[in-house]
């Protein structure tokens, strides 16, 4: 075994080179310079500009988003905003950079998760690292027999700059899933930022967290810096639904 791991770590490398190969006899052909400087630094630039887009691709893929979702053309008429947070600076996703969370909060259907989704695909093509999760599947996925496939999935909220938990209190968690929860909005607090999407209020958060004290805590870490848009409209897909 200890003579094999060289041989990997030399097949690493010269896949890194080929892709880096592949990467040149792409872009070499489509630069146009006076000078070997000029050429030298639209080429740089291009292998740079090549190399953060796939980061971008790969961080999208692994996000876990079901649907991907856009900024462009959403509906933002049927929600309040609070007074330090409208439509303009939502977008910038100026929020990110100070560490603060947003809690979106409405009835069923409002387009909660389509402008979580949204904000993510957006931080990610700005360079971020989003990662999004429904509730009940973070738990699941914490709960796993395999301490490599738990510790995968704490890594990976880690890295991020963004965590997105979806469906946040649609089901009753039991006392042990609280407990992981709490875990990971401790470990989020002041570090990244986190978007909740739920249609409970504050007061009906200790329904499916089991525990009043584990209750308050995930209560005064989420609240601490963070904004709450109101979804104040109608379901979308009763409105359009083909059964009337």
Known sequence: DGRRQPVNKDIEQYQRRLKL????????????ARTNEE???????????????????????????????????????????PDKMGQEKLASLSFLEKKENLILY???????????????????????????????????????????????VHKKIHQADLLI???????????????????IISACYEAKSIIITTNIEFGRWKGFLFDEKLTAAIVDRLVHHSHMLMFTGKSYRMANSLMK
Do not use: C
């Open 106 to 152: 409405g009835s069923v259907g409002t387009g909660k998760t389509h402008l979580s989704v949204a904000l993510g695909v957006q931080a990610i093509a700005q360079g971020k690292k989003a990662v999004f999760f429904r509730v009940h599947d973070l738990i699941n996925q914490l709960e796993d027999d395999d301490p490599k496939k738990v510790s995968k």
């Open 165 to 183: 938990l979806d469906e946040w209190g649609y089901l009753p968690l039991h006392q042990e899933g609280a407990r992981m929860l709490f875990e």
């Open 21 to 32: 190969s592949n990467a040149l006899m792409e872009i070499y052909p489509k630069i146009d």
């Open 39 to 81: 050429f030298l630094l639209k080429l740089l630039r291009s292998l740079t500009e090549d190399r953060e887009e796939k980061r971008r691709i790969r961080n999208l893929n692994s996000a876990g988003f079901s649907v991907v979702k856009s900024l462009e053309g959403y509906d933002y008429s049927q929600i309040k905003f």
